[in-house]
């Protein structure tokens, strides 16, 4: 079993930018690929970025490419998520995820690809 704590949400001006923590327990969190997926108010999940077990592949959607940036530290079992220039519609709360098949090289990007999820952080963009 894995759990995911989110942190880093908050209330910015566009254009500011934020950076989410995912705090994930458990030992194998090193094997699992990450993603983060976001949910607007009136509107579904959808994927915002996902990287690979060893952080060597990320991948991205296009609205936030050039923009966000996914990473993790294996060592200290966490998932980032660096978002620049923000906009308006990028409010969201944001939720991370794991996929707990062990050192995939797949890109997974379906919320139903992924095993365990956060409670989720709030990013509200002002214009």
């Known amino acids: 079993q894995v759990q995911l704590v989110e942190s880093g949400g908050g209330l910015v001006q566009a254009g500011a930018s934020l950076r989410l923590s995912c705090a994930a327990s458990g030992r194998l969190f090193s094997t699992y690929t990450m993603g983060w997926f976001r949910q607007a108010p009136g509107k579904e999940r959808e994927f915002v970025a996902g990287?690979?077990?060893?952080?060597?592949?990320?991948y991205y959607a296009d609205s936030v490419k050039g923009r966000f940036t996914i990473s993790r530290d294996n060592a200290k079992n966490t998932a980032y998520l660096q978002m620049n220039s923000l906009k308006p519609e990028d409010t969201a709360v944001y939720y991370c995820?794991?996929?707990?098949?062990?050192?995939?090289?797949?890109?997974?990007?379906?919320?139903?690809?992924?095993?365990?999820w956060g409670q989720g952080t709030q990013v509200t963009v002002s214009s």
């Open positions: 990287i690979t077990w060893s952080g060597g592949s990320t």
């Open positions: 995820a794991a996929n707990n098949v062990p050192r995939s090289s797949y890109y997974y990007t379906a919320g139903y690809e992924y095993n365990y």
